[in-house]
């Protein structure tokens, strides 16, 4: 491994900033995947307070695919693929999930589908990096 590519949603993309073994390569911006809420393929209506697996990260747009109506109970899971898997389990009535991990599991998106606009950081090892000059950080 010579390179590690993460979306600066993740919630703990600080500790590849702050880790000396990595240094700061690129950074890019590139739609995600479509994101929806999905429920198994044949499944019934989902009940009215309906339980939903989600990564932390996107969880605000499961009101905007929702349009703010119903009550939903959120269960937090590592992954949008392990949140697709609950749904897929039935441990969960539904999953916001993308479109490649609907289809891994065959889900079946019940709302639109958005991408989310992501910025994306490109780390190296710190070996691997090229060269820079120190700086007392000021800009």
């Not at 309906?50 to 590592?78: F, W």
């Not at 609950?86 to 891994?104: F, K, S, Y």
């Amino acid at each position: 491994m010579t390179h590690v590519v993460v979306a600066n949603a993740y919630k703990a993309v600080h500790e590849f900033y702050m880790d000396p073994g990595f240094q700061l390569a690129v950074v890019f911006v590139l739609d995600t995947p479509m994101y929806g809420i999905a429920k198994r393929r044949g499944a019934g209506a989902p009940p009215p307070s309906p339980t939903i697996a989600s990564h932390p990260s996107p969880v605000p747009i499961i009101g905007q695919l929702l349009n703010g109506s119903g009550a939903h109970v959120v269960m937090i899971a590592d992954s949008t693929r392990s949140a697709a898997l609950a749904a897929a389990e039935g441990r969960v009535d539904l999953a916001l999930t993308t479109a490649p991990a609907a289809q891994l599991y065959d889900l079946e998106f019940i709302t639109r589908t958005r991408c989310i606009r992501m910025v994306w950081s490109v780390f190296v090892l710190s070996d691997a990096a090229p060269a820079t000059t120190e700086s007392d950080g000021v800009a």
